[in-house]
């Protein structure tokens, strides 16, 4: 019965969703932040992500239609850490002055 609730259909849709509505703050972070010139740029870049994540994670809570479960939790952590990874791969590149 708890097998159940971990595979439904929508398994994956919140971790990818709420990493493509990071993007766009992602970006207006990423710019506002290179202005000020960091000098850790992986740790700049995670910081990015997780923040970013944040964002998405509650735009996706505020648009969805589906009935709250115990699982979000879990699956909002996955997109978070996702966007955080992303962050703290793509920072180097994006961040360098």
Known sequence: MC???????????PPCVITLLAIAPFACLTFTVRSE???????TGAALGLTSGGIGAVLYA???NEP?????LAWFSVGIVMTTVLGMIAAPRVLRW
């Open 37 to 43: 010139a960091p000098t850790h740029l992986n740790v």
């Open 68 to 72: 709250s479960t115990s699982l979000d």
């Open 3 to 13: 097998s159940v609730l971990y595979l439904s259909a929508n398994v994956a849709r």
């Open 62 to 64: 505020f648009a969805r």
